[in-house]
């Protein structure tokens, strides 16, 4: 081996103390960034988020904030939740499964009423205010994936992206070096394999470079990532109650986001893998990658709920786009393990610790709803909700990027959906028996790798009122299958059944 290539260690160490793009955004930020599923106070998660006529509980709110005029009363509630999640993953028949537990705040929200003194049920009954926080995302997760495949090594990819593009001139390090003077933060990729040696060797004559291993070879894959973090919604909301048939409402929300992904896809090499001519070997690689995104956000929100007769109620609200500035930071590393004649040599490389800050509008949103109240017993409730991802787009980037190419992607990947949720509730004396279903519809277009990765949730609950005091239990199932492709489209993908059952209580107290 050529020994210069060891200076790679500390000259990228050097050099990953600076803020550069190696990180481009992608479509799967996008659609992390615009979809939310049922999540909420156990009374609005037990029937599948299906509030958008019924109003009257805060995460019904941040639906249709018409729903805070529908109060009669102030309420304080709190909403702790524990989630258990498994993500099984199968490649090439493989299958392996990890899975996570956490504990979170799902919802703290305090709505206060306030009734002008009348003599009749006529005009404005009441002028009622919300304010608290509601949480619209957990992204905890932990994921593993193994395989055994001999037609394809990350080394091939690495081949194919530098071959004919970069020189070994280039992707060395030197005195004063600085790749991205002339190269790019997309050269990191070719930079890293060159200098871990998974790049093997340089044909000058076809400008061509030679993995590591050999082509007829074969590797064990395993991928593990682990995902943390979360996006919930501060919401605050002014609603009437004209007539006790009619109820307006607005409100403004305050949005935060938080995602931390790490990532180690790893290459073992199978011991029948031959040694090259001068007795160098291949052993092992893993490649680490680690991103984080950090934003804030806002948004508005207008409705309305009708009620034409006791028994039914009528209900429309329009979101505008949730207009978000985020913060990535985000590095990438590679470590080797070759044989040398007789010895084992580690070599590793480091891209720069990149920074990036850009905005990003989600979809808008209008949902339609109705409820029917049978008997005052129990009620039955549909949400039919509208918005179009390809809608979504990213904006003003850093450094004068407009992503026009990434956003004409997005339309030309993404669709419209409309989501629907059912729920519905039997009073027994101060018992309330509660369940609903909830189905999200994959937003990508015929032809893509996930047009078929629905969302579906299952929900059930139980609720307790004594007087202004109330209890209420909820259990939320939710399932997803999910593929992806480990670094190129040339390799069979992995499929990862994505289970998650929630459990929530809210305390509330009404005054």
């Known amino acids: ?127 009622n205010l919300s304010f608290g926080y509601n949480r619209t995302n957990d992204y905890h997760s932990n994921a593993i994936t193994l395989g055994d495949y001999n037609k394809y090594s990350i080394m091939d990819y690495f081949s194919a992206i530098t071959n004919g593009k970069y020189t070994p001139s280039q992707l060395e390090p030197s005195t004063n070096y600085n790749p991205f003077n002339t190269l790019g933060g997309g050269a990191w990729e070719s930079i890293m394999a060159w200098n871990t040696w998974l790049l093997y060797q340089y044909d000058s004559g076809t400008g061509t470079y030679e993995p590591a291993i050999y ?168 949400d039919v909700e509208h918005l179009d991802y390809s809608t979504m787009r990213f904006r003003r980037g850093g450094d004068g990027d407009t992503f026009w190419d990434l956003n004409s992607q997005m339309g030309n990947t993404f669709k419209s959906v409309t989501n629907l949720r059912f729920g519905g509730e039997y009073k027994i004396g101060d018992i309330a028996l509660r369940g609903g279903y909830a189905y999200y519809p994959s937003p990508y277009k015929s032809g893509f790798l996930n047009d078929k990765s629905k969302i579906q949730q299952i929900s059930g609950g139980i609720g307790y009122r004594a007087g202004n005091v109330s209890i209420d239990f909820a259990y939320l199932r939710t399932l997803q299958d999910v593929k992806y492709v480990f670094y190129d489209l040339n390799i069979p993908s992995v499929t990862n059944k994505v289970r998650d059952s929630r459990v929530l209580l809210t305390f509330g107290f009404r005054f």
Request: aromatic residues 14%; without cysteine.
């Open 1 to 127: 081996m050529k020994t210069y290539r060891s200076l790679t260690i500390g000259f990228l160490a050097i050099l990953s103390t600076l803020g550069y793009k190696l990180n481009a955004q992608n479509l799967a930020d996008g659609l992390r960034f615009s979809q939310t599923v049922n999540n909420g106070t156990a009374r609005f998660v037990s029937m599948g988020g299906a509030f958008g006529a019924l109003g009257a509980d805060f995460s019904s709110i941040a639906l249709n904030p018409a729903g805070v005029g529908v109060y009669k009363s102030g309420e304080f509630t709190i909403t702790p939740s524990f989630k258990t999640q498994k993500v099984s993953s199968t490649f090439l028949g493989v299958s392996a499964s990890d899975n996570k537990n956490r504990i979170n705040l799902d919802n703290l929200g305090f709505v206060m009423s306030f009734k002008p003194y009348k003599s009749e049920d006529k005009g404005i009954l009441a002028y």
């Open 215 to 382: 082509l007829q070879d074969s590797v064990k894959y395993k991928n593990i990532s682990t995902t943390e973090g979360g996006s919930g919604e501060f919401t605050t909301a002014f609603g009437v109650n004209i007539s006790n048939k009619l109820y307006l409402g607005a409100s403004l929300g305050i949005t935060d986001f938080n995602y931390t992904f790490n990532s180690t896809y790893s290459e073992d090499a199978k011991a029948s893998n031959p040694s090259r001519p001068n007795g160098d070997r291949f052993y092992y690689m893993d490649y680490k990658h680690y991103v984080e995104t950090k934003g804030s956000g806002f948004n508005l929100k207008i409705g309305g709920i009708y009620t034409p007769i006791p028994e039914l109620r009528i209900g429309l609200s329009l979101h505008t786009p949730t207009f978000y500035s985020f913060d990535d930071a985000f590095s990438s590393s590679i470590i080797t393990n070759f044989d040398t004649t007789g010895t084992e040599v580690n070599f590793q490389s480091n891209s720069p610790l990149g920074r990036y800050d850009y905005h990003f509008e989600t979809p808008m949103k209008i949902t339609g709803s109705v409820a029917i109240i049978i008997m005052q017993k129990g009620l039955v409730s549909i």
